[in-house]
C-alpha cells in the first residue's frame, strides 16, 4: 500500500512538471541591454567647463516690493521644493521646444502633480510659445571657451549619455549637429517629466533637494566652485540653454494669429524663484556674460 501511494505521487509530480511551461531565463545581455536603454534616455547633465573671461561675483539683487502681490508670484512662491523643481523643469522643456525644429513631444496630464500642472496652465505659466528662428555661427577652433560660452555645444550628440558631444565629432559652425543634440535633450528631458509625473521623485530631483540643503559649499558666494556644484542640476544648465540659444533667435510668425489671438509668453520665470531660493541670483549675472 505504502509503495503504490509512493508511486502515485511519482506519477502525480511527473505529469505536473511535463504540463507546466518553464519560463525562459532572461539572458544576461538581454538584461543589461534593458539596463543600457534605460541609462541612455536617462537626463544627464554633461560636464561644462567655466568661462575663463567672465566675471564671477556675488551681486545684491533687490526685488520691487510690488512683486510680492502678482499672484503667479504667490503660487510659486508657495510651492515645496518637489513643486518647484517639476514647475522649473516643466517650463524649461516648453521654452527648449521653441528652439528645436524636431517635434517634441508634449506633457498633457502629470498625476503625481495634477493640481500643480493645471494651476501653472490656467495661469498661462506654462504655455505654448512660438518656434524661434536662431542662427549662430561658431569658431572653427574648438576650445574650453567655447564650449563654456555655448552650452549646446557639450551636449551628447548621441543617445549614449557619456558618447562625444556635439564639439567632439560634428562640425559645429553648422546648426544641424546642435538641432540633433537638442532634440536628443528633449526626449531625454521629457523622460525625466513623464518619471515625475508618474512617481514623484528622479535622480535629478534628489540632487536638486540635496543642493537646497547641503551645507558644503555657500551658493551665495559666487565662485568657480559654485558654478560647478549648481551645474550638477538640469535647471541650472537649462537655463544656460536658454540665454545661450535666444542671443541670435526670431521669433516666428504665424498668419493665423489673430488680433484677439496674441502669442502667449511667460510672464512669470519660475528659475527666478530657484535663483531667490537658492541665493544664486549671481548666477545670472555670470550667463548674460557669456
Request: hydrophobic residues 35%; glycine residues 2%.
Amino acid at each position: 500500500m505504502k509503495l503504490q501511494h509512493i508511486t502515485f505521487s511519482l506519477v502525480f509530480l511527473m505529469s505536473s512538471c511535463s504540463s507546466y511551461t518553464f519560463k525562459e531565463m532572461e539572458s544576461i545581455a538581454n538584461r543589461m541591454g534593458r539596463f543600457e536603454s534605460k541609462k541612455h534616455d536617462s537626463l544627464v547633465v554633461p560636464r561644462l567647463p567655466i568661462s575663463k573671461t567672465a566675471i564671477i561675483a556675488s551681486k545684491e539683487v533687490r526685488y520691487p516690493a510690488s512683486v510680492s502681490s502678482n499672484r503667479k508670484v504667490k503660487l510659486v512662491q508657495g510651492f515645496n521644493n518637489k513643486k518647484l523643481y517639476f514647475s522649473t523643469m516643466i517650463q524649461q522643456y516648453v521654452k527648449l521646444q521653441s528652439y528645436t525644429e524636431q517635434h517634441a513631444p508634449q506633457i498633457t496630464s502629470c498625476p503625481h502633480f495634477h493640481t500643480t500642472f493645471l494651476k501653472l496652465q490656467e495661469g498661462h505659466i506654462v504655455s505654448s510659445v512660438n518656434k524661434q528662428k536662431w542662427d549662430k555661427h561658431y569658431s572653427s577652433i574648438a576650445t574650453q571657451d567655447l564650449v563654456a560660452h555655448n552650452p549646446e555645444l557639450a551636449l551628447p550628440a548621441t543617445y549614449n549619455t557619456h558618447g562625444p558631444r556635439v564639439i567632439d565629432i560634428t562640425d559645429v559652425s553648422k546648426k544641424d549637429s546642435v538641432q540633433k543634440a537638442l532634440s536628443i535633450y528633449l526626449k531625454k528631458m521629457h523622460r525625466e517629466l513623464d518619471q515625475l509625473c508618474q512617481s514623484g521623485t528622479t535622480d535629478n530631483y534628489y540632487t536638486f533637494e540635496n543642493l537646497y540643503s547641503s551645507q558644503e559649499i555657500s551658493l551665495a558666494s559666487a565662485s568657480p566652485q559654485s558654478i560647478k556644484v549648481l551645474l550638477k542640476t538640469p535647471v541650472y544648465l537649462n537655463e544656460m540653454l536658454i540665454k545661450s540659444l535666444s542671443k541670435t533667435s526670431k521669433k516666428t510668425i504665424s498668419r493665423r494669429i489673430a488680433s484677439t489671438e496674441k502669442s502667449r509668453t511667460h510672464n512669470m520665470d519660475i528659475f527666478s524663484e530657484v535663483n531667490k531660493r537658492f541665493k544664486t541670483a549671481w548666477f545670472n549675472t555670470y550667463i548674460n556674460q557669456l
